[in-house]
């Protein structure tokens, strides 16, 4: 077990003001929302808001909606590498997930698969995810659904604030979702929030809002809680300790369709307070941080493509040459505190309980981004001596595979993701 400096792999720091102003708004839950709900119409140039308990509950109520409006389709298209809270929240939503491979090249959607995917009458909405924040193309997507009647739901999760060409992500589907989660961007101890400028769309989500419970003290303390254990535990310094508690299972991923949906507490919104300073400032330090990875990290290490002007991301994503690097690499890692990642577990097609629905060997690329893909940390704990510690150990990894690998091949650079 490790004691000193840890850095996690996204953090999101909570503020002593933050704090004071949920625990004043606890009883003005209304007034809060109300606040916190227009503030985010006006930033994100949309016309309604709504504020829920997670990323999962907006995204599950913003299925449930659509559902209601087109009772007889009910599949939704995600790609097969993405956060397990995807599909957690169309299961929960009673719907039928389907997949598309991801380009290794821009992790969206595989263009080749995607066509003929669309081309399904039961077809409920797209949901492109802008992984990490690498910008999911949006307008691309709607020029192949070529005037077809499916509606996209853009999962901006990880990327409230974040920007491709000036234009904010989130904002170009029919209906944007963000989490405002542990480690997102921005975070209120959990949170998500839906915005359209459809007013039927809007509709059928609050019709689906005022079918939720209505109780608010539920989960209180747990919220401070985590608040606290944020802005205490949170810090290179304390990170250790919540880490080295098996029962918070940090880092895990879950699919786990049972969570909880219900409105943004007022403690919740209260936490919001400045959210837009907050926002710009962690910004600013994720994109000198991502600056330097793009100028230290060595060539052989795959990368997907990043927008060219201020790209905004929540985790550095890189490919390593294969599973047995990533493997030694995240040792040393948490060995020294480092702050590396694995992405997700497994493709959505490998999920035990989805198992049975998938032929896992049509989505390749997302196997092979679960067993190599490694995320490193960019927030704004990350020091340069930590960016000259990670930068060495990705050098030195991936100069040893490249030796090894010519001495028994006689070929040098070609990268085994591209096999
Ligand atoms: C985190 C996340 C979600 C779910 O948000 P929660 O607030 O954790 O429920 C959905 N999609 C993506 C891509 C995410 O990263």
Redo the contacts with the bound molecule.
Sequence with gaps: MRFGRTLSPAATPIGWSEIYSGLKSIARRESECRRFADELCKYLGKRHCYLLS??????TVALRALSALFPDKDRVLIPAY??Y??PA?IVRAGLKVVLCDVDAETMDFDTRQLSALLDDERLLCVVP???FGIPADVKRLRRILDGRDVPIVE?A??VLGGKVDNSLLGTQGDIG?F???RG?PLTTV???ILVTDDDAFAAAIKREMSRLEKTFAYGLFGQIASALAIKLLGVPGMFWLPRALPFLRLGETVYDPG?PIRQLSGFQAGLSRGWQMQLATSWGQRRKNTEVWLETLPAGLFRPKLPDQQPSLLRFPVVCVDEAQRKSVLKISDRDGLGLAPGYPDSIAGIPALKASFASERYPVARRMARQLLTLPVHSYVSSEDQGKIGRLLKTSTAAIKESEESRYMVGTEHRLLD
Excluded: T
């Excluded at 997670?54 to 995204?59: F, I, T, V």
């Design positions: 997670s990323g999962r509950a907006a995204l993405c956060c809270s995807v929240s995810v802008h992984l999962d999760a990880q979702l989490s405002l989660g997102k959990g949170g998500g969570f």
